[in-house]
């Protein structure tokens, strides 16, 4: 895992300088697909996608995965590591892996504004090695008030209305205040339309509902983005997207005003 995206954003921690890629690796797994978060006490939750063989069965299989770090030179043991095929929750009913993550923050006004909404969300996709057993790739999402206790009974699945009889991965989840609505990007694939990216929203405040409705654009957005993640337009300024410092940014593909989706294949 590197890490020039977080310098880039203005939260590198003390002793930067001193730092190398890849800050995070380990022996017996394959890690990929980082998304990271700070927290108010100046601790880094990481979470990616670890593919290794299982003790039980020997399968090599994604896993979705979490640490900590203050200073990213020592992480923390994994708060989690959820395979998709135990556990509960929708994300625990028998999958054959989990993986893509992607974290986002409610900002405060938001939360002391609308009661009901979450501080924290990570987004992420089931995920299976058998080709005939794609379309049930689906996304999911849990919640955490504190950015260290994530439940996996709490796992929920995301805009399954619109994701079904589609391969579903890579979802991106942010809340829209202006328009009072989530925003949900995903990659999807079905049999004669190919692959594109979708877009999607949901009147909120409340996460769980069933309303979601594809945005006008949200069946024909350009393909390309294996990887997605939306920003307030605000920070698209201060964030560059890409697979290394200054490569492309972000492009809107979402209405004015609103969030934008960015990727690291722009």
């Known amino acids: 895992v590197g890490l020039w995206a977080v310098a880039s954003c203005g939260l590198a921690p003390p002793g930067w300088d001193t730092l190398q890629d890849p800050v995070l690796g380990y022996r017996n797994m394959s890690v990929k697909d ?6 108010d006490d100046g601790t880094f939750l990481l979470s990616f996608s670890a593919f290794f063989h299982d003790d039980a069965t020997g399968d090599f299989r994604s ?14 043991e994994p708060l989690f590591m959820w395979d998709g095929k135990t556990g ?5 009913a028998g999958l054959d892996g989990l ?22 969300v990570l987004s992420f996709n089931s995920w299976s090695d058998d080709h005939k057993r794609r379309s049930e790739d689906r996304l999911f999402y849990v919640t955490s008030e504190d950015l260290l206790q994530w439940n996996m009974s709490a796992t929920q699945e995301l805009a399954r209305g619109l994701t079904d009889g589609m391969r579903a991965i890579d979802a991106a989840l942010a809340w829209d205040g202006a328009a009072q609505r989530w925003i949900l990007a995903w990659k999807g694939t079905q049999d004669g ?11 909120g405040p409340t996460l769980s509902g069933h309303g ?12 390309g983005i294996p990887t997605m993640t939306l920003f307030a337009r605000s920070a698209v300024r201060r964030c560059s997207v890409g697979p290394s ?7 809107q593909v979402v209405d004015p005003g609103g969030p934008v989706v960015g990727g690291d294949a722009v």
């Open 34 to 39: 980082a998304t990271v978060m700070a927290g």
């Open 193 to 203: 339309l190919g692959t594109k990216t979708r877009l999607a929203f949901l009147p």
């Open 88 to 92: 509960a929750g929708a994300a625990g």
């Open 63 to 76: 896993h979705l995965g979490a640490v900590t770090t203050r200073d990213w030179k020592t992480f923390s």
């Open 99 to 120: 993986c893509s993550p992607n974290l986002f923050e409610v900002p405060a006004s938001e939360r002391k504004a609308h009661p009901g909404l979450p501080r924290y």
């Open 212 to 223: 979601w409705q594809f945005l006008p654009d949200g069946t024909a957005a350009p393909t």
């Open 245 to 251: 410092p200054g490569a492309a940014g972000c492009r």
